[in-house]
């Protein structure tokens, strides 16, 4: 079994400005982390992001400061697995549970394009961000084949990146879902939602 947590909010308020329902619906789901059952066993992939190696995420602060949490909270939990807490004594389960960081990098989703601007659009998600079906084929193998605790995933590895910029901006290679006015490029046949995400059903 596999657990994804992560942070949801719609658009990029002004801390000020988070409704209190907003808060409690990611409280509330990625409180699935304390709900197992005697004998589980799986894998929990906490899901990073913007923010996780600590620059400003203006507009939306709350996402920024949970994802910086995040490979602290991972860092703990494996070492709690793997060695218990000091001053407690270690139960030994019938499963076995391990913890992992996931990096999907950009994806042209709902959440990366809602309240976005041409600038961002054009760079960097014209240059780094990919499609859902690209990073799924990319993750899925990764994932199903993690064994160690504390392992991580990522789709914008460093070998990635320096290519996708090589192709930009050496190669003068243009991004085939974002225009140079930073509209996202609409093809025939598929059906958008008014912030340009492609719908996948």
């Not at 064994?147 to 789709?155: D, H, I, L, R």
């Amino acid at each position: 079994m596999y657990l994804y947590l992560f942070s949801i909010f719609s658009g990029h308020p002004l801390l000020l400005q988070l409704q209190f329902y907003s808060v409690l619906n990611v409280v509330s789901h990625n409180d699935v982390l304390w709900r197992f059952q005697a004998g589980f066993t799986g894998h929990i992939f906490n899901t990073v992001g913007s923010g996780v190696k600590g620059g400003g995420t203006p507009g939306y602060a709350t996402y920024g400061a949970t994802k910086r949490g995040l490979p602290q909270l991972t860092a703990s939990l494996v070492k709690e697995l793997d060695e218990g807490v000091q001053g407690y004594e270690k139960e030994e389960t019938e499963g076995k549970v391990q913890v992992h960081s996931l990096s999907p990098g950009m994806v042209f989703t709902k959440l990366l394009l809602d309240d976005s601007t041409p600038e961002l659009r054009k760079f960097p998600f014209g240059v780094l961000a990919a499609q859902p079906e690209e990073v799924a084929s990319d993750l899925v193998p990764k994932i199903l084949a993690t064994t160690q605790n504390g392992g991580s995933v990522e789709f914008l590895t460093t070998d990635r990146i320096l290519n996708k910029f090589f192709e930009r901006f050496i190669l003068q290679k243009k991004s085939e879902y974002i225009d140079d006015d930073g509209n996202v490029i609409q093809y025939p046949g598929e059906q958008y939602d008014v912030d340009g995400v492609r719908s996948l059903y």
